[in-house]
C-alpha cells in the first residue's frame, strides 16, 4: 500500500529537525570537552604561575600555549570526525526532501496535459467539500468525456490521439477561471471542480469552453473538430455526500452521451434511471474480459461420425464458461460478448482453449473451431491471430475447419468473405455451420462457397416429421453436393432423425443420439444399426415400435414406386421412420420422374 503524502512529508521535516538538534548537541558537548580539561588542569596551570613558584614565566607560559594547543586540537579533530557525518546526513536529508517534493508533484500532475491526475482530483475534491461543509457554500464537480475518441486513436494513431489531449489540457487551462481546478482522470475522461457556482452556472463557462474546442480543437494530425459530453453536479444543492455527487455528474454525463453527445447536461433527478443499464454493460463488458483473460473456460468436444461405416471423422471444439465466470451457460456468455462489444475478444479466448484441450488429447480427424461473424467483420481481426494459436500448439492447419455461424446477421459481407478466403489461403476448411436458422437464412450460401455445410438442428429434427423441412433437406443436400461440399447433420437425437439423414445419403452427423459433448470424447466407431434399433430413443409423437425383431415385411409397393433404400439393412416397420419415408418418396414419385430419379438416388 502506498504511504499517505502528507504523513510522509511531517516525518522528513522531523527527521530534519531532529538532524539540526543533534548537531547541536554535538557542538555543546565539544565545547565541553574543551572546557572541562582546562577545568581540570587549572590548578596545575595555578601552581606554575603562583608567584613563589620556580621556573621563569616563560617556562609557565610555554607549557600553557602547549596545553592550550593540545586541547584545542584535539577538540577540532573530534568535532570534525563526529560533525562531518552529521553534515552529510543533512545534506542527504535537504536533497531527500527536494526530492520528495519533486516526486510528490509528479504524482499529482498528469505528464500528458500537465493537468492534476487522478489522484489530484480526489484529494481535491475532499478539500473542497470540507470547506463547503465547513464554511457553506457551493461547489460544481462537471465529468467530461471526449466524443469518438477511440474512433481517433483507430484512424490516426495513438501518438495523434496523445496530442489531442494535450491540446485538450490547454484548452481547459486557458478557458476556465483561476479558481477552477481541471484534472485528466481517465484514458479521454476530465474533470472540473468549480468552486462558489452552482451547477446551472457552471454550464456556462463549460459550454463555452465546448464551443471553443468545436472551433479550435483541431490539431495538424487531426484536422476534424474536437468535440466532447459533460455532466454536471453540484454539492450541497443536488448530492449530499461525495459518492452521491460523483454518481449524479455521472448520471448527466451518460445522459448526454445518450442523447446525441456534444453536449453539457446539468443534473436531473430523472437522469439516474438511465444509468442503471448502462452500468449494467459496463459490468458485463467487465465479466467478459475477465473470462476471456483468466482463460474461465473449459474444453468439450462432439464427435462427427460418418453415416456410411460409424468412423469418427472429426471432432467439433466448444467450450463451457466456469463457475468462477459468473455465467452459467455459453448463450449467456456469449450473448453478453455481442452486448459489450467482445466477441473478437472472447473468440481468440475459446479458440485457444479448445486448441489447447484438443493438442493435449491427441484427437484424430478433423477439428471443428467456431466464430462469429461479428468477429470475421470485425476491423482488429487478424486470421494470422487464428493461425497462429493452431500453430503454437502443433495442430496442422489443413486438419482445422472453422465453422462460421448462420445464426447471425452479417453486415460487412465484403469483408467476411475476404476473411474466409485468407483462412482458405493458410490452409484451414470453412464450414458454414446452422445452415437453415437464423435471419440470416441461406445468404451466407448464396456469396460465399463452404468445404462444409453443416445444417441446422430444427431442419434435421423436423425432417422425421414434416414435409417441408424433408424438402428443405434435400434441396440444402443437392447444392452441397453441386460444390462437392461435405454435409453434416447436426442434432440428431433419435432413431428417426438418424434412419432420415441416412436415408437422404448425407455424409456425417452429430447430437446427443451419437455421442454428446464431453472433454473425454469417443475414438472408436459406433455402431450406427445398434442405435437405430434402441426404441427408448423414439420421439413423443411417433408409436413406440421395437426394431429389434422387425414385424413381417409388408407387400412392397408397386415398381414405380421407390422402396426404402436397402443400405440401411432394415426394412419398413408400419408406423416408423422408415416407412414415413417410404410414403413421402411415393408421394413426391407422383409428381412426375424427376422428382422420383431424385429419390431413388439417395440410396444408391
Not at 448425407?506 to 450406427?528: I, K, V
Amino acid at each position: 500500500m502506498e504511504p499517505d503524502l502528507v504523513s510522509l512529508d511531517e516525518r522528513l521535516l522531523t527527521a530534519g529537525g531532529g538532524v539540526r538538534l543533534v548537531r547541536l548537541r554535538l557542538r555543546l558537548a565539544l565545547l565541553a570537552m574543551f572546557i572541562i580539561p582546562l577545568a581540570i588542569f587549572a590548578p596545575v596551570i595555578y601552581g606554575f604561575t603562583r608567584p613563589d613558584a620556580s621556573g621563569s614565566l616563560l617556562g609557565q607560559g610555554v607549557l600553557i600555549g602547549l596545553i592550550a594547543l593540545v586541547m584545542g586540537s584535539l577538540v577540532v579533530w573530534v568535532s570534525r570526525r563526529i560533525l562531518e557525518p552529521a553534515e552529510q546526513l543533512a545534506a542527504i536529508g535537504e536533497e531527500l526532501r527536494d526530492a520528495y517534493h519533486r516526486a510528490r508533484a509528479d504524482a499529482l500532475i498528469d505528464p500528458l496535459t500537465g493537468l492534476g491526475n487522478h489522484r489530484a482530483f480526489q484529494e481535491e475534491l475532499d478539500r473542497q467539500l470540507a470547506t463547503v461543509g465547513r464554511y457553506g457554500g457551493t461547489v460544481t464537480l462537471a465529468l467530461v468525456d471526449l466524443d469518438g475518441f477511440k474512433r481517433v486513436n483507430d484512424s490516426y494513431g495513438h501518438a495523434t490521439g496523445d496530442e489531442l489531449l494535450a491540446s485538450v489540457g490547454r484548452l481547459m487551462v486557458g478557458g476556465m477561471r483561476r479558481s477552477d481546478r481541471c484534472y485528466r482522470i481517465g484514458g479521454d475522461e476530465f474533470a472540473i471542480l468549480m468552486p462558489q457556482t452552482d451547477a446551472e452556472s457552471s454550464a456556462i463557462p463549460v459550454r463555452r469552453l465546448l464551443a471553443t474546442a468545436l472551433g479550435d480543437g483541431r490539431t495538424a494530425a487531426h484536422p476534424q473538430a474536437c468535440s466532447f459530453s459533460a455532466g454536471l453536479a453540484d454539492f450541497p444543492g443536488q448530492a449530499a455526500d461525495r459518492n452521491e455527487l460523483l454518481r449524479a455528474a455521472d448520471a448527466a454525463l451518460y445522459w448526454a452521451k445518450r442523447h446525441g453527445r456534444t453536449a453539457v447536461q446539468v443534473f436531473d433527478p430523472g437522469h439516474l434511471a438511465g444509468v442503471s443499464a448502462e452500468r449494467a454493460t459496463a459490468e458485463v463488458s467487465s465479466a467478459v474480459e475477465r473470462t476471456a483473460a483468466m482463460r474461465l473456460l473449459r474444453a468439450v468436444f462432439q464427435p462427427i461420425v460418418d453415416l456410411g461405416d460409424g468412423r469418427i471423422i472429426g471432432y467439433e471444439g466448444l467450450v463451457r464458461p466456469l463457475a468462477d465466470s459468473g455465467f452459467s451457460n455459453p448463450g449467456a456468455l456469449f450473448e453478453a460478448a455481442v452486448a459489450a462489444g467482445r466477441t473478437v475478444e472472447l473468440d481468440l479466448a475459446c479458440l485457444e482453449t479448445v486448441v489447447t484441450a484438443a493438442s493435449r488429447l491427441g484427437l484424430d480427424g478433423h477439428l471443428s473451431l467456431n466464430l462469429s461473424p461479428r468477429t470475421l467483420e470485425a476491423p482488429e481481426f487478424s486470421v494470422n491471430a487464428v493461425v497462429s494459436i493452431i500453430q503454437r500448439h502443433g495442430l496442422d492447419p489443413r486438419r482445422v475447419v472453422i465453422e462460421v455461424t448462420e445464426r447471425e446477421g452479417i453486415e460487412d459481407l465484403d469483408r467476411v468473405r475476404r476473411n474466409i478466403e485468407a483462412c482458405r489461403s493458410h490452409g484451414l476448411r470453412v464450414a458454414a455451420d446452422d445452415v437453415g436458422a437464423g435471419n440470416a437464412g441461406l445468404r451466407l450460401l448464396s456469396q460465399v462457397r463452404f468445404d462444409i455445410v453443416k445444417i441446422d438442428l430444427s431442419l434435421v429434427q423436423g425432417g422425421a416429421q414434416r414435409d417441408t423441412s424433408f424438402e428443405v433437406l434435400r434441396i440444402l443436400r443437392d447444392l452441397a453436393g453441386r460444390w462437392q461440399a461435405m454435409v453434416v447433420a447436426e442434432g440428431v437425437e433419435t432413431p428417426e432423425q438418424l434412419v432420415v439423414v441416412r436415408a437422404l445419403g448425407l455424409s456425417a452427423a452429430q447430437g446427443y443420439l451419437l455421442a454428446r459433448p464431453t472433454d473425454a470424447p469417443p475414438t472408436e466407431p459406433l455402431d450406427l444399426e445398434t442405435l437405430v434399433a434402441i426404441a427408448d430413443w423414439q420421439p413423443a409423437g411417433f408409436p413406440t415400435v421395437s426394431l429389434r425383431t422387425p414385424p413381417p415385411v409388408p407387400t412392397p409397393p408397386a415398381p414405380s414406386r421407390p422402396t426404402f433404400p436397402p443400405r440401411l439393412g432394415l426394412e419398413p416397420t408400419p408406423g416408423s421412420a422408415a416407412a414415413l419415408f417410404a410414403s413421402r418418396a411415393a408421394r413426391h414419385a407422383e409428381a412426375g420422374p424427376d422428382r422420383a430419379t431424385a429419390h431413388l438416388s439417395v440410396g444408391a
